[in-house]
């Protein structure tokens, strides 16, 4: 099998599923017009910012004007385990897990959290857990796209309306790709490294009316909260922190540099704009897909499956054959890294707790064109691996 090396690489070779891309165009100069260097974030001018900032997520993403929006410490992880630390515990928690994220979620429930009325839905990767198991009784706690298996909530008919349970949903690489269904959900996080191709470091949280009135009810016994983790001060939500009276000091250079992605977003057109291009990207993976003869999307159902962590396998049978399960990530990786010498693609392998395989973000920084430029260097590195491979077995 003789592939020719392409001659075409992407213009930006960076297809890591976080910190993501930047922004075509992105500069330090761009960023720089919106730092506020050496103020204090409790200024005048930084507060108007971080207020900015909230209301042009709430622009963009349609956010209703009854949810709160905050900037919280410690980028989505502490989003999703702050609103867990506060709110869990009022009644029993119904968690879901198909990869590794959601999976720390659910050992946060049970191994660290150790609430005592919990049910556990998980799911191998490539497949989704049993979502209509949830009957809205009692609080949930799920991500909206599992970017490590590349598979993502296909919608929320499973969630009722009329709920009486919390949802709690970690959407750190769903927000601007997919359309949140708001009303279904209770506590949205995510962090701009993802999607908008920021900075990490600081988490965004959103809470329903319902989501508020749970931390002003409830108070869980005898569970120490951390100071970055207190949203409710004697039974009141403290206010300030959903208009940018963030709870400790936020970098204002991560401030800037989302402030220029969330202008890079208006700018092409919103968050229709940049679903198409992650949809573009996703088109062209799913062509290469369909022709060969090596590679396959670890979802086989295309309802489920993502479109801006995309994950791909080896299903060539002579692969298969060769390599034991523990073995097939190192020659994977293998490939990977000519290609990363080669300055083709950066960061493509599978996350370390993933089945072998390929991972090629498609979150709308990356250019669908630099995604149809990467796909014959897949086939080519693909195929000089499997011939030295073969070779060397022969020799
Ligand atoms: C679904 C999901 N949740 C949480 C995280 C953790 O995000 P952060 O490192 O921004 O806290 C990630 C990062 O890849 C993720 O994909």
């Known amino acids: 099998m003789t592939v020719q090396q392409p001659t075409q690489k992407p213009h930006n070779p960076c297809f890591s599923s976080g910190p993501c891309a930047k922004r075509p165009g992105w500069s330090l100069e761009a960023v720089a017009s919106h730092f506020l260097a050496g103020r204090s974030h409790r200024s005048a001018p930084a507060k108007a910012q971080l207020q900015e900032l909230i209301d042009l997520h709430r622009e963009l993403l349609s956010i209703p004007d009854d949810y709160r929006i905050g900037i919280v410490p410690a980028s989505d992880t502490g989003a999703v385990e702050m609103a867990m630390w506060g709110m869990l515990g009022a009644r029993g928690v119904d968690c879901f897990a198909w990869e590794s994220f959601s999976q720390a979620w659910m050992a946060d429930v049970t191994n660290h959290l150790k609430?005592?009325?919990?049910r556990t839905f998980n799911a191998p990767y490539g497949e989704i857990a049993d979502?209509?198991?949830?009957?809205?009784?009692?609080?949930?706690?799920?991500?909206?796209?599992?970017?490590?298996?590349?598979?993502?909530?296909?919608?929320?008919?499973?969630?009722p309306s009329d709920r009486e349970g919390l949802t709690i949903c970690d959407a750190t690489s769903a927000v601007f790709a997919y359309d949140m269904p708001w009303d279904k959900l209770d506590v949205v996080t995510w962090s701009w490294q993802k999607v908008l191709g920021s900075e990490a470091g600081h988490g965004m949280i959103v809470l329903s009316p319902r989501a508020v009135e749970r931390l002003e009810t409830y108070k869980p016994d005898n569970r120490p909260l951390p100071k970055i983790f207190r949203m409710a001060k004697k039974g009141q939500i403290v206010e300030g922190i959903f208009k940018g009276l963030t709870i400790n000091t936020p970098s204002m250079l991560a401030v800037?540099?989302?402030?220029?992605?969330?202008?890079w977003v208006k700018s092409i057109g919103g968050v229709p704009k940049i679903k198409e291009r992650s949809m573009a990207s996703y088109n062209a993976i799913k062509a290469w897909v369909e022709?060969?003869?090596?590679?396959?999307?670890?979802?086989?159902?295309?309802?489920?499956?993502?479109?801006?962590?995309?994950?791909?396998?080896?299903?060539?049978?002579?692969f298969l054959e060769s390599y034991?399960?523990?073995?097939?990530?190192?020659?994977?990786?293998?490939?990977?890294?000519?290609?990363?010498?080669?300055?083709?693609?950066?960061?493509?392998?599978?996350?370390?707790?993933?089945?072998?395989?390929?991972?090629?973000?498609?979150?709308?920084?990356?250019?669908?064109?630099?995604?149809e430029a990467l796909l014959p260097w897949l086939d080519w590195a693909y195929a000089k691996a499997k011939t030295e491979a073969q070779q060397a077995k022969a020799a």
């Open 115 to 118: 609430l005592d009325d919990v």
């Open 131 to 159: 979502l209509n198991a949830y009957d809205g009784t009692r609080d949930a706690v799920f991500a909206w796209n599992g970017t490590t298996a590349g598979v993502v909530v296909p919608n929320g008919d499973w969630i």
């Open 256 to 263: 800037a540099d989302v402030m220029d992605a969330l202008g």
């Open 291 to 318: 022709q060969s003869d090596w590679a396959t999307f670890i979802a086989e159902d295309e309802a489920v499956r993502s479109r801006t962590s995309i994950c791909v396998i080896v299903n060539d049978p002579w």
């Open 324 to 371: 034991a399960e523990d073995d097939r990530a190192a020659f994977v990786k293998g490939f990977l890294k000519e290609l990363d010498k080669l300055e083709v693609g950066y960061d493509l392998a599978m996350h370390r707790d993933a089945p072998a395989g390929i991972r090629i973000w498609c979150g709308a920084t990356v250019e669908p064109t630099d995604v």
